[in-house]
């Protein structure tokens, strides 16, 4: 039996750039180089965390995020040496059409 080899990839900073873009949009002082966890409202103040929370209930937010410089090339790559790419990620209840939003983008920048 052919087993396919199989690549699991985080969304999140992985190839959509949601850090950096979420300091920017967010107006949240940190630098994204050295936040290193993946739970930014550890790091960020209340009154921050409430900019963040009503940017992240916004479906156009999720709609338009940038790729992680390198993100296409790289799904290329492992899809080119036989892997299957499954995207993983965790949504975001509170944000109307999350999932089709998710869905939508990977579709668009990876041909999912």
Not at 21 to 49: G, H, R, Y
Not at 87 to 111: D, K, Q, V
Request: overall charge negative; some cysteine.
């Amino acid at each position: 039996m052919d087993k396919q080899r199989v690549a699991l990839i985080d969304v999140c900073d992985c190839v959509v750039d949601l850090k950096p873009t979420v300091i920017k949009e967010a107006n949240v002082v940190i630098d994204p180089e050295s936040c290193m966890q993946w739970d930014l409202f550890n790091l960020i103040s209340v009154e921050e965390s409430a900019r963040v929370m009503k940017l992240f209930d916004d479906p156009e937010f999720w709609r338009y995020l940038p790729p992680v410089v390198g993100a296409h090339e790289g799904i290329e790559a492992l899809r080119a040496q036989g892997y299957r790419v499954h995207f993983l990620t965790s949504p975001w209840n509170t944000c109307e059409n999350w999932e089709g939003i998710r869905r939508e983008w990977l579709a668009r920048l990876f041909s999912w």
